[in-house]
């Protein structure tokens, strides 16, 4: 189980791209951030598991298509 301080640090990350125009703001972005802080990062998987929980994730319309 991801410790609640990666967790928090997760979020804070992705709060922080959120605040950046033009930033990138997915899983390769939170991961290149931890590993400047330091930090051993955990797997894509769990990043998004906890970006869920915390409902940083926007569900992608499904576009129909036209013919």
Do not use: H
């Not at 791209?17 to 033009?22: H, Q």
């Not at 997915?26 to 051993?40: C, M, N, P, R, T």
């Not at 894509?44 to 569900?59: F, P, Q, W, Y």
């Amino acid at each position: 189980k991801t410790s609640k301080r990666v967790e928090q640090l997760i979020v804070s990350i992705r709060e922080q791209l959120e605040s950046e125009p033009f930033a990138q703001i997915g899983v390769s972005a939170i991961k290149w951030e931890l590993s400047k802080s330091g930090f051993d990062f955990p797997s894509d998987r769990t990043i998004n598991r906890v970006l869920k929980r915390e409902g940083l994730i926007k569900k992608k319309r499904i576009r129909s298509q036209r013919r």
